[in-house]
């Protein structure tokens, strides 16, 4: 069973259910409307030891980072803001003490960077790993609300910034270079929560998810949820180290991945410029293919890569 | 570095980030104001192998369910009523597959009883046991939400049913006789939603919890919160097993525990009989003692029980 095939069987065993005003469940994150014109938005992802991280070679200042700044991003990812974090941690013996006290400080530089208050949780013992779990609230005006589903024919397609440095970075670490810059960036990455929450009120921007397990797999979500293909120009891709096939298949790298209206790209490039003080890279087009197909192409050309697939945790 | 040390440095960290119009941190449930007279509260609670349920005595729709039960019976002793749950489950491979499906029927059984939606989570794989987190989120009038700290001397203080089952369960499982009914509620506890939601609607009710470590604990928290004292007619407590100091000190029973102005003490438990088929049982009067201590009286003489502490998970 995949992961997505056991979140399907969780789907239709809970279809019976009334959705209690909740909407968007499957999407980054789960809307509640609220007063007015607003909304309340949530996620939760959790790091496991063994899986996310290792505690041999993360600090738990890097830790505590990077489970506060991966649920931030798909809270982001919606168009909203963050506002709360409930915070649930599971801590072997060796762990309770200096090391959960610098977790926290790591959660705590994430959280006061954009303002986001931690208000409930739980802590607990472990008789194995750390286990983490986040569960992120954002609020934002329904009219900004940024849906996977909402990709249109003709959009063009943008990532907000270089590709496939976390996979180097993860690289680095199991082949013994765990200081180099993308070792560190993997461990405590940083997600574009100002920029997402900006976009949100640019009503050009159509569709807009982070890219968490991989362009080529993230990707493939908003294609199916807005029933439509997508041809990418391979050679325009950020990649690190030029390497296209990492920037594609890797994970965690935590840009926006997002289709604009084709006629206001170029202003969108140059007033988040204005903002941010750098560009998000054009990468290529929304089709009306209703296969949800990608079509890689370089220089032009039709290529196939039918081995791109993303990360998995399973 | 006890748990509650954890939390208060937890506290002290984040204690310059703004509230963000959050309320009531460290209640069973964090509250945020929404429209008109309405609110929302959360709460998160994690169960992790070894500590809280063992994968061999327990079955995976117990642990489904009881990971739900626990969740929403911090919803419901707001007084509110819950609404959603987000899911996190970290699954070791053995686990991936018909074990994670029974845990979601198990889950599902409870999230359904109570018109409960799942609109989110995280699934992950394990290097490890199984680790489960929940945030559950409920909703109530502002006016119905019951605090720790609305305690007031005078008021009578219930428990909702009685305590100790569980804990005679879990020796019972530890003592080689998994197949008895305390064993069975340990594994799979029924806690009091209903009533919680109704009790948020009686304004003679003060303050409310459940009681998941302990009534000894619990009650602690009731007057530190509520900065007054209390006194116990040992006697009246609804102790399985007629085994006082368990039902006192035991966890897990996820009973209610409440305060109610004197003069509506009898009418309440009518009301609550009619409604419910039982009644819930007064135990004794809150004190206005500042140094907020529980006096344990045995058939009106004072009596000392200074190890009478609660169950802790670290």
């Not at 120009?233 to 690190?240: F, V």
């Not at 935590?254 to 206001?264: E, M, R, S």
């Given at each position: 069973m995949t992961e997505f095939g056991f979140i399907e069987t969780i789907r239709a065993t809970f279809a019976s259910i009334p959705d209690n005003a909740f909407e968007g469940i499957g999407d980054d994150c789960a809307i509640l409307p609220t007063d007015g014109d607003e909304a309340l938005v949530f996620t939760s992802d959790a790091l496991c030891e063994g899986v996310h991280f290792l505690r041999e070679s993360s600090t738990p200042f890097d830790i505590g980072a990077k489970s506060a700044t991966v649920n931030l991003s798909d809270i982001a990812a919606m168009g909203a803001r963050p506002?709360?974090?409930l915070l649930s941690l599971a801590l072997p013996q060796e762990a309770v003490g200096e090391w959960a006290e610098e977790f926290i400080r790591g959660y705590h530089s994430v959280s006061s960077r954009y303002g986001v208050k931690l208000v409930g949780g739980?802590?607990?013992?472990?008789?194995?790993?750390?286990?983490?779990?986040?569960?992120?609230?954002?609020?934002?005006k329904r009219a900004n609300i940024k849906r996977r589903s909402s990709a249109k024919p003709g959009d063009?397609?943008?990532?907000?910034?270089?590709?496939?440095?976390?996979a180097i970075g993860l690289s680095d670490i199991l082949s013994g270079n765990p200081h180099s810059a993308a070792a560190q960036l993997h461990r405590n990455p940083v997600a574009q929560i100002e920029e997402g929450e900006w976009l949100g009120t640019q009503e050009c921007v159509h569709a807009m998810m982070d890219i968490s397990d991989g362009l080529s797999?993230?990707?493939q979500h908003i294609l199916t949820a807005s029933h439509?293909?997508?041809i990418?120009?391979?050679?325009?891709?950020?990649?690190?180290?030029a390497d296209v096939r990492n920037a594609v298949c890797g994970g965690e790298?935590?840009?926006?991945?997002?289709?604009?209206?084709?006629?206001?790209v170029t202003d969108l490039i140059a007033t988040f410029e204005r903002r941010f003080g750098y560009t998000p890279y054009p990468i290529g087009t929304i089709t009306a293919d209703s296969d949800c197909h990608i079509e890689w192409r370089e220089n032009g050309r039709r290529v196939s890569h039918t081995d791109w697939q993303g990360f998995t945790h399973f």
């Open positions: 506002i709360a974090t739980d802590t607990t013992g472990s008789k194995t790993g750390v286990f983490v779990s986040v569960t992120a609230i954002g609020r934002v063009t397609i943008l990532v907000g910034g270089v590709l496939g440095e976390s797999s993230d990707l439509v293909g997508a990418i120009d391979t050679e325009k891709i950020p990649a690190a180290n790298d935590y840009k926006l991945l997002f289709t604009v209206a084709t006629d206001c």
